[in-house]
């Protein structure tokens, strides 16, 4: 059980963490204070002493009521990071985008992993990750960053969720990508209501038959902060709470913002769920 990642191999035998490094000016919880190509060089070290398995590097906000931006910019945050972290990381950086533009300028520049929080919906998208070589996450979004929030609606959650990343996982193969280069995520936060979340991480495991492994990201985000009554800082053993409930129903990589931490949880949670 292990993905190529142009090169560097994740091992999925055990569950792994995947750390998070935005390099936008409005990320919800680090404030974009890694733009600079130094900065996030040595944030990411730090992610790659901590434990982590391989690093998200995102250019565009997808917090609910965050405004679009162009593939011009996107380039200009993403690239420059990619390349420098491909380069000089022992692991693989996988790219946080949904652009094909940025997909290929990625890809060539060294990218292990595509994280598509639309599931390469998006024209394009889909012929640039098959040319890619690359493993995909496959997301899944109902509507848009910017209004996603706005009254979600399902009639059985767990159901329409599955069904979607299901027919991805259909359409991504018929273009190319084996299922065994696949990875998908429900996309907590992502037009969801609390109560969707928490249907979708209670039943978690009726998506592990998807695709070579389900994702998941839950750090520090509202639907901790509503259950807790906590600001964005104040989430962290929440994160680890949901954390370790995703790994236990299945879920082999944790996507997170507190790297050292969840290393620790999973931990524990593996070794309890591999006992006999
Ligand atoms: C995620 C994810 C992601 N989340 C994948 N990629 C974000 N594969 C970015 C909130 O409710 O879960 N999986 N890339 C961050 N997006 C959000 C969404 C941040 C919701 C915060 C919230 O607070």
């Known amino acids: 059980m292990q993905l190529d990642c142009a090169g560097k191999m994740l091992d999925l ?5 995947m750390g998070v490094l935005n390099v936008t000016p ?5 404030g974009g204070c890694y733009l600079p190509l130094g900065a996030a060089l040595r944030r990411a070290e730090i992610m790659v002493q901590e434990g982590a398995a391989i690093i998200d590097i995102g250019g565009e906000s997808t917090r609910p009521g ?14 420059p990071v ?14 946080d985008t ?7 300028e990625a890809a ?24 890619s070589g690359l493993p995909v996450c496959l ?16 009639g059985d959650v767990v159901i329409e969720v599955h069904a979607f990343l299901a027919e991805r996982v259909r359409v991504c193969q018929a273009a190319g990508i084996p299922r065994e280069r696949l990875l998908v995520d429900p996309g907590f936060g992502f037009g969801k209501t609390l109560d969707h979340n928490l249907r979708l991480l209670r039943h978690l495991d009726r998506f592990t038959d998807l695709a070579a492994g389900v994702l998941v990201g839950v750090s520090r985000k ?21 954390a370790v409930v995703a790994i236990w129903q299945g879920a082999k990589i944790i996507r997170t913002h507190d790297v050292r931490e969840t290393v620790q949880a999973l931990c524990v949670c593996a070794a309890a769920r591999a006992a006999e």
């Not at 965050?66 to 690239?79: K, N, T, Y």
């Not at 990619?82 to 790219?95: G, K, M, N, Q």
Request: glycine content about 6%; proline content about 8%; hydrophobic content about 45%.
């Open 13 to 17: 035998s055990q569950p792994m963490v």
């Open 26 to 30: 409005d990320s919800f919880s680090d």
């Open 66 to 79: 965050a405004p679009p931006v162009s593939a011009a910019e996107e380039l200009d945050r993403v690239l």
């Open 82 to 95: 990619v390349e420098r972290l491909a380069r000089d990381l022992s692991i693989p950086v996988s790219v």
């Open 98 to 104: 949904s652009k094909p533009e940025v997909i290929r």
């Open 108 to 131: 060539w520049a060294g990218a292990g992993m595509i994280n598509d929080v639309r599931a390469l919906q998006i024209p394009g998208a889909l012929d640039a990750a098959v040319t």
């Open 139 to 154: 997301m899944h979004i109902r509507g848009e960053p910017a209004t996603m929030q706005q009254e979600p609606h399902y």
């Open 222 to 242: 509202s639907m901790i902060g509503l259950l807790l009554n906590a600001p964005v800082d104040e989430r962290l053993s929440g994160s680890l709470a949901a």
